[in-house]
Nanobody, 117 residues
Framework: QVQLVESGGGLVQNGGSLRLSCAAS????????MSWYRQTPGKERELVAH????????NYADSVKGRFTISRDNAKNMVYLQMNNLKREDTAVYYC??????????WGQGTQVLVSS
């Protein structure tokens, strides 16, 4: 079955860096686009970054442009989110998402990122 397992979250100081990882299994990983989303209590889940199936095209939310970088390793079935110059407003649960198009998609369980001032 499809599994997405995030890791790498934690507590970091304002201005610090974290690298999130998402291990994918159960589907042909290199065929599908992948995304990172985040959610804070009381708010809708928002798209942070998106990467095409081959990794040649990336898109970012305006709030993270220039600070976050999404990447993938199709040989390892992994997708990453490098987060630099973290701010308090980046505090959220971060989710990995596999985009199956009209067939829907799958979510990981999420990993908590907490940025302290």
């Amino acid at each position: 079955q499809v599994q997405l397992v995030e890791s790498g979250g934690g507590l970091v100081q304002n201005g610090g860096s974290l690298r999130l990882s998402c291990a994918a299994s159960g589907f042909p990983f290199s065929t599908y686009a992948m995304s990172w989303y985040r959610q804070t209590p009381g708010k809708e889940r928002e798209l942070v970054a998106h990467i095409s199936s081959a990794g040649g095209s990336m898109n970012y939310a305006d709030s993270v442009k220039g600070r976050f970088t999404i990447s993938r390793d199709n040989a390892k079935n992994m997708v990453y989110l490098q987060m630099n110059n973290l701010k308090r407003e980046d505090t959220a649960v971060y989710y990995c998402h596999a985009d199956f198009g009209v067939a829907g998609g799958y979510w990981g369980q999420g990993t908590q990122v907490l940025v302290s001032s």
